[in-house]
Structures are given as C-alpha cells and as structure tokens.
T-cell receptor, first 113, second 112 residues
C-alpha cells in the first residue's frame, strides 16, 4: 500500500464548470476525510465518511459540493458551477475509526479562472 | 471562528538552534493535540501528538509542552536542521476519529 492517493494532482478550470476529485485511501482504513486548504491557512474540515456512510458535513460544504464513497473504498468530491473562491488544495485523509492518526494524501489543487 | 490559534506565522532559525511554535485553544472538550509537518507539494504528515493528561512528550528532537490550565501547547524543535524547513500545523480534536481543527500554520526556515 502506497498511502493515500489523490487524483488529479492539479486541475485548472473555468468558472462555472464542474470538477471531480478522487481519493483512494489506505485500504484498511474505514474512515475517510476531506479537507480544504487555502494559501497561508491550515486545513479546514469539509466532511468525513465511515465506510460508505457520510457522518458529518461542515457548513463550508455548500450545495455545490457533494462527496460520495459508494462502496466504502475510494471517494469522490464533486464541485458544481465552480467559483473563483473554490480555488484551493483539496486534501483527503484516512484513518481507522477510533484512531486519532490521520494519513493525508498529497492533495488536489484546484485553480478556477 | 478559529478554534486553534497558532503563532508565529513564520520563523527563521539558525542551524542548531531551537525552534518554538505556540498554539492556544478555547474548547476544553479537546482531548488530542497533534502537530503536523508539511513540505511543499505534499500533504501534512503527523509529527508528534499529546493528550492533556501529560505535560510534555518528547520524540527525538521534537518536544510538545502542554499547559492545560492556560489552554496552550507548543512545539520545540531542538538542534534545528535545514531539513526541518517546512510548514508546521498544530491541531486539536475531541474524541477519537473526529474532525481536526488546525491552526493557520508556521513556516519554518532553518538557515545553514
């Protein structure tokens, strides 16, 4: 297992377009988290899954954002009708439930023009 | 509302010196306080963590000092090396597996 994998690493899109990011967590981990990181800031929590169930969503996750983890393995984060304010690094992390150690992926950087 | 406040924003230290980064929190329900290290182009990686029942934890050159009454904790990097140059984030969470609240980060530069 090579850790948490995120794709694509960088996405450039025009305002109004839809984008989708994929996260493949460490296979034994049943929890998966999405965070957003803007320049000069720490990661901000967006949502997390335990297996396929989405257990918590931040108020940062507007209606234009949707996350899924259909089979409890990989997850996708879709942003519809992108805005320039969506430009950020989207980080995925995974862990065992009941454990405090998060393993982060390298992130997917979104640039909205 | 920033749940965890971190300072300084940036820090420059000579090789061999001590780097100190401070964090403060308000929510007394927090029970786990990790520090993450992030290199450019990489995701954050866990460096060291502490629970509020101890006042200090040391792992190699890295030490966390924890002051429960003041609701503050700090990271000390002894004998700082150029390879330590990175961004450091403190964080806090309440309960295992719950969301983490991160500080705004400290960019550390260690000059050879």
């Amino acid at each position: 297992d090579t850790g948490v994998s995120q794709n694509p690493r960088h996405k450039i899109t025009k305002r109004g377009q839809n984008v989708t990011f994929r996260c493949d967590p460490i296979s034994e981990h049943n929890r998966l988290y999405w965070y957003r990181q803007t320049l000069g800031q720490g990661p901000e929590f967006l949502t997390y899954f335990q297996n396929e169930a989405q257990l918590e969503k931040s108020r940062l996750l507007s209606d234009r954002f949707s996350a899924e983890r259909p089979k409890g393995s990989f997850s996708t984060l879709e942003i519809q009708r992108t805005e320039q304010g969506d430009s950020a690094m989207y980080l995925c992390a995974s862990s065992f439930s009941g454990a405090n150690v998060l393993t982060f992926g390298a992130g997917s950087r979104l640039t909205v023009l | 509302q920033q749940q965890v406040k971190q300072s300084p924003q940036s820090l420059i230290v000579q090789k061999g010196g001590i780097s100190i980064i401070n964090c403060a929190y308000e929510n007394t329900a927090f029970d786990y306080f990790p520090w993450y290290q992030q290199f450019p182009g990489k995701g954050p990686a866990l460096l060291i963590a502490i629970r509020p029942d101890v006042s200090e934890k040391k792992e190699g050159r890295f030490t966390i000092s924890f002051n429960k009454s003041a609701k503050q904790f700090s990271l000390h990097i002894m004998d700082s090396q150029p390879g330590d140059s990175a961004t450091y984030f403190c964080a806090a969470s309440k309960g295992p597996g719950n969301q983490f609240y991160f500080g705004t980060g400290t960019s550390l530069t260690v000059i050879p």
